[in-house]
């Protein structure tokens, strides 16, 4: 194996491992093609000093004519061509003299630095590819045009190198790339056209350069493609270069329109050593961006080339991403440009570019904002204010799931804004002074604000209850109604108690305000699990409630309070048409009984003391079910009373001291609708 060197900073020279480099060299498959891109530049930098006025490069593919061969009479596809094998790079330019060859002989070399060279595309060739072929022609020291032939291998390095006269009046320089790993081959586009196109991105700048690029065709076969023909198809407008700088480092943007259909989505194309290094997509990132912009009655898709000298010394070697700080503030480099610094730098400076084009989308994307919050997501509306203008610049054809998501991480982030202010409120000296009182103020009014997004958003949560509920008990396209279970968990989750589950995640208030009020709630659970019943009953009620004091209460003359209720919910299926006598059957029947079981048991309080005279405590019995004709007779069997509106029975039991109340669903739904109506017109919630 060729011996390699690597030169010190002193003039030393050391040995290197060029198996070793290969190793810690990265190329990801995702970026397959880009030792080709390297050679390309290769050949553009060579051009542009041999021949800037002629200037001229090919790129031919090179397939596996074996895999092409077709033994049938059908039209010839992309899918048809052989496999890629490897590339020819052909270009006019000042050829591998000696300064060139011992340059490509050393690994970290100084020469081309100037440039951005990093002496790593060499490296990345004999990563995707088993072996490179060189001929080159350059002039010699006596004026004649030498030819210098070698190999390049992981094995063997540089091998075989011959220098002869070439009898050739011009110079250029002739790289083959062969044998391409699988590996990458798998992820490299298959036809000719992507291929240009990828080479056109890679290149880009080039092409916007004064003076622009040299003559680049792309060869596959028999087809044949020019890529100034296909930048002149991606540009819509003449590019514009911009000056800013960060933090005393200058940074240039180029701002491109292209054609619409150039590229998918608005782009800042991160470039060191006059090539691409990262590309980020800047939908969302500018308010009224999120695609094509508007420019009159047609488009244009938007892109930006940012370069500097500071990325050019901060690439890594293998060009895929920079040496640079996320974040610089509070830290040692604090006063170098961090990412998220010249970011912003560029952002601002697109909007600005961008301004009155993207003044229609901006607006678009605020009425879409507007139009939820009003229709759909009131909570939002307390916040709204609070939220910059560059973070509701959305894009208007965004769906609703996503914006709610979107608005919810607003909302999250100003709730942890007032959780840092509050902490500094609280730490700071109180004073009288108007710094103090203004500081403290801001802080109360974000407060409230968030406050009052949350009780909207409780009563927005009502809203969707009823509308669940309406949907539930109606019957489906097939004409069945919901079982039982599904109006349950509306009301609340199954099988559990108040122990196990919030007290917000029950809906009671669609029966009754009160019952919000209980010091224990249990549903579907056997009566013997309850630990205030005291009751071995297996019977599972479909919701208990019980209202427990622990404290006595006194009032004046000698009134008293009752000191405990017990409320039982029996819910029904909707539509169901099966009541009957007996405890099987009949829902009112039911009801009492769960209600006579938990008595017997001696309620208790929470802390487990006795309730004096418990089969005393007042019982309320909720039915929810429609008033089918075996319902209906079971009411009158029960001696209630129909309301006045026919929608509902009500009655007092007085055996068992109970107040029993049936609701059909419809009534059940009406009520809660009115009882809310208020809060939803107040913010402005349509109610069917």
């Not at 083959?176 to 298959?190: C, D, G, N, W």
Request: aromatic residues 8%; proline residues 4%.
């Amino acid at each position: 194996m060729q011996a390699w060197t690597a030169r010190a900073g002193t003039g030393m020279v050391v040995k290197a491992s060029l198996r070793g480099r290969l190793r810690n060299t990265s190329l990801p498959k995702t970026r397959a093609l880009l030792p080709l891109f390297e050679a390309v530049v290769n050949a553009i930098q060579a051009v542009d000093v041999a021949h800037p006025e002629s200037a001229r490069i090919e790129v031919r593919i090179v397939r596996d004519q074996q895999a092409a061969l077709k033994f049938d009479d059908k039209p010839a596809t992309p899918a048809d061509a052989g496999d890629i094998s490897g590339f020819v790079i052909v270009d006019n330019g000042e050829g591998f003299h000696d300064r060139n060859m011992d340059s490509f002989n050393t690994l970290d070399t100084e020469y081309k630095s100037a440039q951005g060279c990093r002496g790593v595309g060499r490296l990345l060739w004999l990563k995707a590819f088993a072996k490179v072929e060189v001929r080159s022609r350059y002039m010699g020291p006596d004026e004649e045009v030498l030819e210098r032939v070698f190999t390049f291998t992981t094995q063997d390095g540089v091998s075989g190198e011959i220098v002869r006269n070439s009898g050739a009046s011009d110079t250029g320089t002739e790289i083959q790339l062969q044998s391409f790993a699988e590996i990458y081959r798998e992820q490299t586009p298959k036809s000719a056209f992507p291929i240009a196109k990828d080479i056109l991105e890679h290149c880009f700048w080039y092409f916007v350069r004064p003076g622009g690029a040299p003559h680049i065709t792309v060869i596959d076969s028999d087809e044949r493609i020019d890529l100034e023909e296909v930048f002149a198809d991606y540009m819509f407008d003449a590019s514009s270069r911009q000056d800013i700088t960060v933090k005393g480092q200058l940074f240039s943007l180029i701002h491109l329109r292209l054609k619409a259909t150039s590229r998918p989505t608005p782009q800042l194309n991160w470039c060191a050593a006059t090539r691409v290094v990262t590309v980020e997509n800047l939908s969302g990132k500018i308010p009224g961006l999120h695609g094509r912009v508007k420019d009159g009655d047609t488009e244009f898709m938007y892109a930006c080339y940012l370069t500097s000298n500071y990325l050019d010394k901060s690439v890594r070697s293998e060009r895929t991403g920079f040496d640079i700080p996320d974040v610089t503030d509070g830290t040692l480099c604090e006063a170098e440009p961090s990412l998220s610094d010249i970011r912003t730098a560029v952002l601002d400076a697109v909007a600005n570019y961008l301004h009155a084009n993207l003044a229609e989308a901006r607006e678009a994307g605020l009425a879409r904002v507007r139009n939820f919050v009003d229709k759909k997501a009131p909570r939002y509306r307390p916040i709204l204010h609070r939220i910059g203008e560059e973070k509701l610049g959305i894009d208007p054809g965004i769906s609703d799931r996503e914006l709610e998501l979107h608005l919810h991480r607003q909302l999250a982030d100003l709730e942890a804004e007032v959780l840092t202010e509050g902490q500094q409120v609280l730490d700071a000296e109180i004073t009288e002074d108007e710094a103090y009182s203004e500081k403290l103020q801001g802080y109360l009014d974000k407060v409230n604000d968030i406050k009052k997004s949350d009780l909207a958003a409780y009563v927005s949560h009502r809203r969707v209850i009823l509308e669940l509920l309406a949907k539930a008990v109606c019957a489906d396209r097939n004409g069945k109604y919901s079982k039982e279970e599904v109006v349950h968990r509306l009301i609340m989750q199954m099988r559990a108690t108040s122990d196990e589950v919030r007290t917000d995640a029950s809906n009671l208030w669609l029966i009754d305000e009160r019952l919000a009020f209980h010091t224990f709630l249990a549903s579907d659970r056997p009566i013997k699990s309850m630990p205030i019943t005291g009751s071995n009953s297996d019977l599972e009620p479909d919701l208990l409630a019980l209202h427990l004091t622990d404290v006595p209460i006194l009032v004046a003359e000698g009134e008293k309070m009752p000191l405990a209720t017990i409320t039982v919910i029996e819910v029904k299926r909707p539509m169901r048409n099966d009541a009957a006598a007996g405890a099987d059957k009949d829902p009112i029947e039911q009801a009492l009984n769960y209600l006579e079981k938990v008595r017997e048991g001696k309620v208790t309080t929470v802390n487990g003391r006795p309730i004096p005279q418990s089969e005393q405590i007042p019982g309320f019995c909720y039915i929810l079910a429609d008033l089918t004709p075996t319902m209906k007779r079971r009411c009158k069997q029960a001696n209630l009373r129909i309301t006045q509106d026919g929608t509902g029975y009500f009655g007092y039991n007085e055996s068992y001291k109970a107040y029993i109340e049936v609701f059909s669903f419809d009534r059940l739904l009406r009520l809660a609708t009115e009882r809310n109506r208020a809060f939803f017109d107040h913010l402005g919630l349509p109610v069917s």
